[in-house]
């Protein structure tokens, strides 16, 4: 089996093609220091606000229905099932992503 080599893209030779890293500085921080907060929730005891929310299940359940349905409520300020108001959020920014399940 044979390979053609094609030209490089660029024209620079490969020594000015790399860039300085930048040193990054990091901190951890012990588990035992983290101060609790209490959440502020956009569907009380459900969905906190400012947080990701994971939705699991196995497929076909309605994952990306829910996801769809609280989208909908978000955004038209609509009442939850429960009858309470949605608070809504500053800016609203919903996306939802749905994937195969691997096999």
């Known amino acids: ?3 053609e080599i094609l030209p490089s893209e660029s024209s620079q030779p490969e020594s000015e093609l790399k860039t300085e890293l930048t040193p990054r500085a990091y901190s951890l921080t012990r588990l035992a220091d983290v101060k609790p907060e209490r959440p502020l929730w956009l569907r009380l005891g459900h969905i906190p606000k400012g947080k990701i929310v994971l939705i699991d299940g196995d497929p ?17 300020g609509t009442v939850w099932p429960d ?9 609203q920014t919903c996306t939802t992503n749905s994937s195969t399940p691997r096999n």
């Open 1 to 3: 089996m044979e390979f």
């Open 60 to 76: 076909a359940t309605g994952k990306s229905t829910l996801a769809l349905d609280i989208a909908a409520h978000v955004t038209t």
């Open 83 to 91: 009858g309470r108001r949605v608070s809504l959020p500053t800016q």
